[in-house]
């Protein structure tokens, strides 16, 4: 399986401000998915993220709010914009596998403190 | 359209005894079905697939689970807890749409 990397695994942030999440794969992927999980809620998905094309949102979710990059197959990023606390959250990205049955491999998350 | 029930948010064994995690879906299409285990401050980590080959799927760490489509259910067991299985646990579907839809989740309990 792909192996993931995000960056920052976490971080304490102002409300008002804006932070972009890395996410790192050790192999080219087709398909990459942003999902939030909220304090002790389930994963909810935010958008996949295919290479060359826009990200497309889930209901709920908007690209002012939670724009997103692909400029690669292995690199993503999700910024989380004008953060309130309300965004405090892990954020994960996760890969589809190869040759797939809908199989994602997740990254580590970054846990995200909006003061 | 495709849903998720997690039958007990919680569920506590002792070290040793049969741990048995719920899963019921629906779909509107034959699933692919997932179980997913969150260990604190970590990831999600896959455990096991179903993929509509075999109905008994063994996974990682001695878990396994059995598909059963009379009762739509998919649910997770391993014979012998260990502390080391604490964790949360979820379970999650796919209508073949490449999203995946999940549980809410199960935190699993490991008692002495």
């Known amino acids: 399986s792909a192996v993931i990397s995000q960056k920052p695994s976490r971080d304490i942030c102002q409300r008002g401000t804006s932070l972009t999440i890395q996410c790192q794969v050790d192999?080219?992927?087709?398909?990459m998915f942003w999902y939030r999980q909220q304090p002790g809620q389930s994963l909810t998905l935010i958008a996949t993220?295919?290479?060359?094309?826009?990200?497309?949102?889930e209901s709920g979710f908007v690209i002012d709010k939670f724009p997103i990059s692909r400029p690669n197959l292995t690199f993503s990023t999700l910024t989380v914009s004008n953060m309130s606390p309300e965004d405090s959250s892990i954020y994960l990205c996760?890969?589809?596998?190869?040759?797939?049955?809908?199989?994602?491999?997740f990254g580590p998350g970054t846990r995200l403190t909006v003061l | 359209a495709q849903s998720v029930t997690q039958l007990g948010s919680h569920v506590s064994v002792s070290e040793g005894a049969l741990v048995l995690l719920r899963c019921n879906y629906s779909?509107?299409?034959?699933?692919?079905l997932f179980w997913y285990v969150q260990y604190p401050n970590q990831g999600l980590q896959l455990l096991l697939k179903?993929?509509?080959?075999?109905?008994l799927v063994k996974g990682i760490n001695g878990f396994e689970a059995e598909f059963k489509k009379s009762e739509t259910s998919f649910h997770l067991t391993k014979p012998s807890a260990h502390m080391s299985d604490a964790a949360e646990y979820f379970c999650?579907?796919?209508?073949?749409?490449?999203?995946?839809?999940f549980g809410s989740g199960t935190q699993l309990t490991v008692l002495p």
């Open positions: 996760s890969v589809e596998e190869r040759g797939s049955t809908d199989t994602q491999y």
């Open positions: 993220a295919n290479q060359g094309s826009e990200a497309t949102y």
């Open positions: 179903y993929t509509s080959a075999a109905t």
């Open positions: 779909s509107s299409v034959p699933p692919y």
């Open positions: 192999s080219q992927v087709t398909m």
């Open positions: 999650a579907v796919s209508g073949g749409a490449r999203q995946l839809t």
